[in-house]
C-alpha cells in the first residue's frame, strides 16, 4: 500500500501507522493504537527479562564459624534473591584447622537450607568437594513460596537473632540422630586446634 493511503486510513479509524519492520522490503508497517502498542512492547521486555533471571545464579558464601548476626543477613540475601526467581549457590568453606570439626559447618549448612525450604530446595543434597559444602538452590514455584519477608517489613534474619554455631549443630543432631556429632558443653567447643592440647588438662579447685 501507498505510504499517503495507508496514513489516511490509519488516521481515518483514529488509530497510528506504526513501522514494525523498517529493514523489509517493502517495509512493514501496522495500524495500531500506539499508546496501547508501547504498553503490550514494555510487557513483553519485562516478561523475556524475568524468564531470563530464573536462570541466573546468585552465590552465597558461609564459613563454620560464622557469627549468628552475618548468617541472618546472609539468609535474608538468599531469601530475596529466590523471591526474585534466581537461583542460589551457597558454599561452605573450611579452613585448615575448622577440617577438624566438619560437623560444625554441615549443621550451619543444614540450618540455612531448613531456613531457606519456604522459598527455594535444594538440586541436590550438599556435596563436600576438597574444603567446601556446596549445594545449588531452586526458587519454588510462586505458588507454592512463601511471601518476601521485606513485603511485610519483616526479615528471615530474626530465625538467628539468638542462634550459636554449636546451637545450631545441636538442633541438627536432635533432628538426625547418629548423622552429626556436635558439641554439648564449653570443654568440647572447638578451640582453633585440630586436636586441643589443653583438653585433657585438670585445673585444682581454687583455696
Excluded at 513501522?19 to 523489509?24: F, K, P, Q, S, V
Excluded at 517489613?153 to 530465625?159: C, I, R
Excluded at 592440647?197 to 579447685?205: A, D, E, I, R
Aim: hydrophobic share 40%; charged share 25%; glycine share 6%.
Amino acid at each position: 500500500m501507498d505510504l499517503g493511503a495507508a496514513i489516511t486510513l490509519a488516521r481515518n479509524q483514529g488509530l497510528d501507522l506504526v513501522e514494525i519492520a523498517a529493514t523489509a522490503v517493502p517495509p512493514v508497517c501496522r495500524i495500531v493504537d500506539f499508546g496501547k502498542f508501547k504498553y503490550e512492547q514494555a510487557k513483553r521486555e519485562r516478561d523475556s527479562k524475568k524468564s531470563q533471571s530464573a536462570h541466573s545464579v546468585k552465590e552465597i558464601q558461609l564459613s563454620p564459624r560464622i557469627d549468628p548476626h552475618d548468617l541472618g543477613i546472609k539468609l535474608d540475601h538468599a531469601v530475596g534473591f529466590l523471591c526474585e526467581d534466581h537461583k542460589v549457590k551457597v558454599s561452605l568453606r573450611f579452613r585448615t584447622r575448622e577440617m577438624a570439626r566438619p560437623q560444625i559447618g554441615v549443621a550451619v549448612m543444614d540450618k540455612f537450607l531448613k531456613d531457606l525450604s519456604p522459598w527455594g530446595q535444594a538440586d541436590f543434597a550438599p556435596k563436600l568437594i576438597g574444603r567446601s559444602i556446596n549445594v545449588m538452590i531452586s526458587p519454588l514455584a510462586k505458588s507454592k513460596r512463601a511471601k518476601n519477608p521485606s513485603e511485610t517489613g519483616e526479615t528471615a534474619s530474626k530465625l538467628h537473632e539468638n542462634d550459636t554455631p554449636a546451637q545450631m549443630a545441636a538442633a541438627v543432631a536432635a533432628s538426625r540422630p547418629g548423622e552429626v556429632r556436635v558439641p554439648i558443653n564449653a570443654a568440647e567447643q572447638p578451640s582453633g586446634f585440630g586436636s586441643n592440647p589443653f583438653g585433657n588438662l585438670s585445673v585444682p579447685p581454687a583455696a
